[in-house]
């Protein structure tokens, strides 16, 4: 049985599979409900447009059997109020949520400034065909059916994003990291990637759905 694919706003993504669902990083941008009913949630950083302690809670609290696993610094936020079901992971784990096989890729974020010290960021390959990077251009080292893109941040330029599209290949790219694009700046970046590269560039809104 193939995934269903939800775009959230900004980072956010729900993936559903044999009526199951996982949710990437339901942050503070994202719709306030982004993380409730959710099986299993993975985050790929602290930061605010990503990681929301309160969207969190209450989907752990909204279910009893709903878990997380994250890097350190959310874990630790979260795992006192809830123990055993807030997990650490770092690059190179493997392990199944909500029946999805995941395995981990990457350490840091990108550089924003080098003046801003670097935090960690892990991304999240799901089920071996889809990946999320988070805030990074991790490049997970194996074949890749449909690569979440972060368009737009304040760490990254058009070219870096293409260049990194190219390097990944996808079969398909679908926009995350998002929210601070405006519409006139959607069709600028999202040109750029499906006239530059080689994948099935698809701008979701939030609400919409795929098929993967």
């Known amino acids: 049985m193939g995934i269903t694919l ?24 994202s719709e306030q409900d982004a993380a409730l009913g959710a099986d299993a949630v993975l985050v790929t950083h602290e930061h605010p447009d990503h990681f929301d302690e309160g969207r969190l809670r209450a989907a752990l609290d909204a279910d009893p059997a709903a878990e997380i696993w994250t890097l350190r610094s959310v874990a ?4 006192a109020a809830f123990p055993g079901r807030v997990h650490t992971v770092g690059h190179g ?3 199944t949520a909500a029946g999805f096989e995941v395995e981990v890729h990457g350490e840091l974020h990108a550089v924003i400034h080098p003046d801003i010290p670097r935090i960690t ?3 999240y390959l799901v089920d071996g065909s ?11 080292g194996r074949p890749v059916e449909t690569l979440l893109l972060p368009i737009m941040a304040p760490w990254s330029k058009v070219s870096e994003v293409v260049d990194y599209v190219r390097e990944v290949e996808p079969v398909r790219a679908i ?5 601070l694009l405006t519409d006139l700046a959607r069709p600028v970046y999202g040109g750029h990637v499906g006239r530059l590269t ?14 993967l």
């Open 76 to 79: 630790d936020a979260l795992s």
């Open 121 to 123: 960021n892990v991304g």
């Open 130 to 140: 889809v990946f999320h990077p988070g805030d990074a251009l991790t490049v997970p």
């Open 175 to 179: 926009d995350v990291h998002d929210a």
């Open 6 to 29: 939800t775009k959230k706003t900004h980072a956010c993504v729900r993936l559903e599979k044999d009526g199951r669902t996982l949710v990437i990083d339901p942050g503070g941008f």
């Open 93 to 95: 784990d493997t392990f």
């Open 198 to 211: 080689g994948a099935d560039h698809l701008p979701l809104d939030p609400g919409a759905t795929r098929e």
